[in-house]
């Protein structure tokens, strides 16, 4: 097992789309969230499948961009 970040693509506020992570699982391609910028939605994707571990912004969190948002675990087969 290896852990991964998922960074947001541009700075903005953040906004997860997860409340509840337990035993949540993600595929390459969902949405862990959104950053907010200039009132436009911009979506955070995961650039791998695994276990969502935690997010590491908050809530209406003002992040920069390639700033880590989420990390999770893959599997060593990615």
Same mark, same amino acid.
């Given at each position: 097992m290896e852990e991964r970040l998922v960074i947001s693509p541009l700075c903005g506020v953040f906004?997860? #789309?997860y409340t509840e992570l337990r035993d949540t699982t993600v595929v390459v391609g969902d949405e862990v969230g959104v950053v907010v910028r200039n009132g436009e939605k911009h979506p955070v994707h995961s650039p791998f499948t695994g276990e969502l571990l935690g997010l590491l #912004? #908050?809530?209406g969190e003002r992040v920069r961009a390639y700033q880590p948002v989420a990390w999770l675990t893959t599997s060593d087969d990615r």
């Open positions: 906004f997860p #789309a #912004a #908050a809530t």
